[in-house]
């Protein structure tokens, strides 16, 4: 199916949204359908705050920012040389002109180049009045105020145009766009000290399981640490998210619906992990009836097939944040490590992307050849830890090992994910295969 608007089908039911997909199905969902019926239901957060610049590394525009000047300013050199007139260039000869001054960075000169003139620029110096043409200071013989300029030199050339960066009213960076180096570098050449930026959408989480231990605790026999609440953390302050750690919740459904309620008073968003399997998920159902509107499915993915996903119910009407946001969008992750990553990367992030606004919902994806041979089954898209690297100047990619959903490990080593395709069968090495990558400098 093809992606809708993201927030398309925010203002309805999210079963009545899935079960509307003639594609849907609960007990084999593809990825793509999941996907596509999450970000139908990801409405853009309201609310945008004025930052300094300084601060908003990471942020989204709210909205598209308009240039109040022409970048440059000025018609300027481009490189050291000469400003003349291009009427002065001859083709069959050299041209010798009287240099009346010079025009530095930040010191234009004054006065203007009149016919058989010139004036000495440096690179980003003004154009002077009266010039239309930069002739490189290497090609030009200079005897007391006398350049001669050699034939051949093109009219127009080694100048930046005024506003050919940016044009007065023109807009600059569109709203949507994450504020990356380069985009805070593009808002301080107009000149802004502050941007309008998306609020960061806050996200609740917390890990479900009797098992669980908190790190800093000592091990005890049957027990596990708690990772998920690390990983996640991690995910969510690189999408742009502000997290709310509601702890561990033990299986037991008191606690759970109260964790819940909690998370849906402040956050526009609640992940939880663990505790969706298909026994589970039995006893969670209910309660998540109550708490709002939860759909269970079994994905065909590996690793992560079991999933929820829903939409938990407003603040109600007794409460102090009743009114002010709707329904938190509700994410069941799978509680082996692996899978919560993979299916977070999958489906949550494109989500919580959207939330804030951005159009560019995946990480960059290429296509690439294995190393080696993989056994894929037909009919689920399988997701293997990848290492994206350049043998012999070719760009390749590999597993990272043992592929088990409990090896964190595994997620440790890759810079990217490799995604089997649904339909896809076993992979012959050499094959090309989709490579989503992970790791970013901008
Ligand atoms: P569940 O989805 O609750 O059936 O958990 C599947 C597996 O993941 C079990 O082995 C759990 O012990 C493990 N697991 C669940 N939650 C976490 C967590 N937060 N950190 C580490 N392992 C977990
Ligand atoms: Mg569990």
């Given at each position: 199916m093809t992606t809708p608007?993201?927030?398309?089908?925010?203002?309805?039911?999210v079963a009545r949204v899935a079960t509307r997909n003639a594609a849907y199905n609960a007990d084999s969902l593809r990825v793509d359908t999941a996907r596509a019926l999450i970000l139908s239901l990801a409405a853009c957060v309201e609310g945008a705050e004025l930052l300094p610049l300084a601060g908003a590394l990471g942020r989204v525009l709210a909205a598209d920012l308009v240039s109040?000047?022409?970048?440059?300013a000025h018609d300027n050199a481009a490189m050291d040389g000469f400003a003349v007139r291009g009427a002065d260039l001859r083709e069959d000869a050299p041209s010798r002109l009287r240099v009346l001054g010079a025009s530095l960075a930040g010191r234009p000169y004054a006065g203007s180049v009149g016919a058989g003139q010139c004036v000495r620029i440096m690179t980003g110096a003004t154009l002077p009045a009266g010039a239309d043409t930069v002739v490189v200071q290497e090609v030009v013989s200079l005897q007391g105020d006398r350049a001669s300029i050699p034939a051949g030199q093109q009219p127009g050339s080694n100048l930046r145009r005024a506003g050919e960066d940016v044009k007065t009213g023109a807009v600059a960076l569109a709203a949507g766009t994450p504020l990356r180096p380069a985009e805070l570098g593009v808002v301080a050449s107009l000149g802004l000290d502050r941007v309008e930026a998306r609020r960061r959408p806050c996200v609740a989480y917390f890990s479900t399981g009797d098992e669980l231990l908190k790190v800093g605790e000592s091990p005890a026999p049957g027990r596990v640490y708690d990772s998920n609440r690390a990983t996640l953390a991690g995910m969510l302050a690189r999408a742009g998210c502000d997290g709310i750690d509601l702890g561990i919740v033990p299986d037991d459904p008191m606690a759970l619906e109260q964790a819940l309620t909690r998370a849906a008073l402040e956050a526009d968003a609640v992940i939880s992990s663990g505790g969706v399997s298909v026994g589970d998920a039995d006893y969670i159902r209910p309660l998540m009836r109550r708490a709002g509107e939860v759909l269970f499915w079994k994905l065909a993915l590996k690793p992560g097939r079991p999933f929820a996903f829903g939409r938990l119910n407003p603040?109600?009407?007794?409460?102090?944040?009743?009114?002010?946001?709707p329904g938190a969008l509700f994410f069941g992750l799978p509680g082996n490590p692996v899978a919560a990553m993979v299916t977070f990367y999958l489906l949550v992030r494109p989500a919580l992307l959207a939330m804030q606004g951005r159009a560019d919902l995946d990480p960059p994806r290429t296509r690439v050849p294995v190393l080696h041979g993989l056994a894929k089954k037909a009919g689920r898209t399988e997701v293997l830890r990848g290492v994206l690297e350049a043998a012999d100047g070719k760009w390749q990619v590999r597993a990272t090992g043992a592929q088990g959903s409990g090896l964190l490990t595994s997620m440790a080593k890759a810079n990217c994910l490799v995604v089997l395709e649904h339909e896809r069968g076993d992979v012959g090495a050499g094959e090309p295969v989709d490579v989503l990558i992970l790791d970013g400098i901008a």
């Open positions: 608007r993201p927030g398309a089908a925010a203002s309805e039911g109040p000047i022409d970048v440059p603040p109600a009407a007794d409460s102090p944040a009743h009114g002010e946001r």
